[in-house]
């Protein structure tokens, strides 16, 4: 069945450092790959998608690349701030009859300290 | 983007006593609802999806006679956590789909505390 695996955190860093988490996938056909971000005590929200081989889904300065030949999606950012604390899903999405089903990632905590 | 909601957003019962908590799609149709647990620092795992009108899908291991899903319209669905026991504490999240473009919407979630 379909996976996605996530580097463990937490990931520790201080502001303005490079960010990368690393996401891989296995899924039949072409799914679309999404990442998701839970601040405390919050739902999760939508970062940003692709639906589509060498998409690039970019939003609020994050960015990753739907890559099919090494099914990864790792999500990247030039410069951290501390309000990007919280926890990153990597998510992928297969059809199911009525609807779209999600698979994640077991998440991965980002902790930026000044 | 469009918005979910959930009430109650933390409710604390005793143990044996039943819980509703619902999800509401503000301001779009929702073909499909989906509800979530979530342990603490650990992923989502999915329960079940459903589909206005007709009977949710449970996934393997989630028992259907406790967590009563009822999803009566396009911006409504219900979960319903019978008899409830302290294991069933936990954070419960929603999501509804409009079913285009493989996107759910997330609403915040419910955080359960069973006594």
């Known amino acids: 069945g379909d996976s996605v695996t996530q580097m463990e955190g937490p990931v520790t860093l201080s502001e303005e450092a490079f960010l990368t988490i690393n996401c891989t996938y296995t899924?039949?056909?072409?799914?679309?790959l999404f990442w998701y971000v839970q601040y405390p005590g919050e739902g999760l929200q939508l970062l940003l998608k692709?639906?589509?081989?060498?998409d690039k889904g970019s939003n609020k300065g994050f960015e990753a690349t739907y890559r099919k030949e090494t099914t990864s999606f790792h999500l990247e950012k030039g410069s951290v701030q501390v309000s990007d604390s919280a926890v990153y899903f990597c998510a992928l999405s297969g059809l199911t009859g009525g609807g779209n089903k999600l698979t994640f990632g077991t998440g991965t905590q980002l902790k930026v300290e000044l | 983007g469009a918005v979910v909601s959930q009430h109650p957003s933390w409710v604390i019962c005793k143990s044996g006593t039943s819980v509703k908590i619902e999800c509401r799609s503000l301001?779009?149709?929702?073909?499909?609802m989906f509800w979530y647990r979530q342990f603490p620092k650990q992923s989502l795992m999915l329960m079940a999806t459903?589909?206005?009108?007709?009977?949710?899908?449970?996934e393997q291991g989630v028992e259907k006679d406790k967590f009563l899903i009822n999803h009566a319209s396009l911006t409504l669905s219900t979960l319903t956590v019978t008899s409830a026991h302290p294991e069933d504490s936990s954070f419960y999240i929603c999501?509804?789909?409009?079913?285009?473009?493989?996107?759910?919407?997330f609403g915040p979630g419910t955080r359960l505390t069973v006594l």
């Open positions: 301001d779009f149709q929702a073909t499909t």
């Open positions: 459903s589909n206005e009108g007709s009977k949710a899908t449970y």
């Open positions: 692709a639906t589509k081989a060498d």
């Open positions: 999501s509804s789909s409009s079913g285009r473009a493989n996107e759910q919407f």
């Open positions: 899924a039949t056909g072409y799914p679309s």
